[in-house]
């Protein structure tokens, strides 16, 4: 199980062993009025992720207002797709930014999908619109 720790730019959470639901916690940010998810170290498997994921989700919606934004980051092939589309099963109300509609394809280099293909200044735009809804 998880240990208790400590992490900068928290307010000291204890995670507390036993059922995984308890180990998703969210905290405070200083400085703010919004809460964020304590990152949890250890390695889970895609089922433990889900569910991590859907619980962090659950308890940010309980604790903000306004949008929620969740990242998935993997290589290509690591299964964000796979994962997201799970995700949107269980809560069809979210909405999807795929990095593949940022993809630059005349930058990829011998079918390697994994280098510097995004358009990060369009994609971040389009993200910091969100922030006047």
């Given at each position: ?9 928290f307010?000291?959470p204890?995670r ?7 180990q998703?916690q969210?905290v ?10 304590v ?9 433990k992720?889900f569910?991590i ?8 919606a309980?604790k ?12 290509s ?6 994962f997201?589309d ?11 930014i ?17 280098g510097?293909?995004c358009?990060?200044?369009k994609?971040l735009?389009?993200?910091m ?5």
């Amino acid at each position: 199980m998880a240990q208790d720790t400590t992490s900068p730019g928290f307010d000291s959470p204890r995670r507390r062993s036993g059922l995984l639901r308890d180990q998703v916690q969210a905290v405070k940010k200083k400085d703010s009025d919004r809460y964020e998810i304590v990152p949890i170290e250890e390695t889970l498997s895609f089922e433990k992720g889900f569910f991590i994921v859907i619980r962090a989700c659950q308890l940010l919606a309980q604790k903000n207002d306004g949008l929620i934004l969740v990242g998935v980051a993997g290589p290509s092939g690591a299964g964000k797709t796979v994962f997201t589309d799970k995700v949107v099963s269980f809560m069809p109300s979210i909405a999807v930014i795929a990095m593949d509609n940022y993809n630059d394809s005349s930058r990829i280099i011998d079918g390697n999908f994994d280098g510097d293909l995004c358009f990060y200044s369009k994609m971040l735009q389009i993200l910091m619109s969100f922030q006047t809804w």
